[in-house]
Each structure stands twice: as C-alpha cells, then as structure tokens.
C-alpha cells in the first residue's frame, strides 16, 4: 500500500525550529519527486518546498525562503522539512506529496503552530 506520512509538527514559539518527516512506506521515494504543501485556517493549501527525483535540486516558496531546507534519507525512505526561524504566519497544517506540480499520495497533515 502506498502510503506518505508526515510527523514531527507542534507548538513552537516564534523564532524556533521544527523538523518535518515525510516517511514513505510501499515504495521508493528516491523515484519521486516530493513537495512539502501547507494549508492555514481559512486560506487555500500553497506548495512550500520541493526536491526533484533527478539530481535532488531543491525549490522554495519566497515566503520561507532562507529558513526552510528539504532534504532527503535514501536510507530510511523520508524527506525532511527543516523549519528554523518559525514565525506565526507559518501556523497551518503541513502535508507531504509526491509530484510537486501534480500532487498525489497526499499523507494525513501534521499541525505546525507558532504561538508565544
């Protein structure tokens, strides 16, 4: 069964850190390319970051820009969202998917919120 899913959210306070897992069960996530998407109360779900399949390049919203990094454990079939100098704009649920422009596989979500 083919299955994405996200852990690692939580309440952080703004100027924190958070590190995002995408693990990928019933096949190699190596083979794909895998976008990081949030979705805040009341708004529409935006792409933040992606990694391609091919040569791992690497794409971010100008929102999170310098602050988020993807990455990818071949290892242990996961890709990473690191999230560092949160603020409370970046409060959403974050959902992982292969295929950045057409995204699939959708995984649960996993709550993301920056409050003092």
């Known amino acids: 069964q083919v299955q994405l899913v996200e852990s690692g959210g939580g309440l952080v306070q703004p100027g924190g850190s958070l590190r995002l897992s995408c693990a990928a069960s019933g096949f190699t996530l190596d083979y794909y390319a895998v976008g990081w998407f949030r979705q805040a109360p009341g708004k529409e779900r935006e792409g933040v970051s992606c990694i391609t399949s091919s040569d791992g390049s690497t794409y971010y919203a100008d929102s999170v820009k310098g602050r988020f990094t993807i990455s990818r454990d071949s290892a242990k079939n996961t890709v990473y969202l690191q999230m560092n100098s949160l603020k409370p704009e970046d409060t959403a649920v974050y959902y992982c998917?292969?295929?950045?422009?057409?995204?699939?596989?959708w995984g649960q979500g996993t709550q993301v919120t920056v409050s003092s």
């Open positions: 998917a292969t295929d950045c422009n057409f995204p699939r596989n």
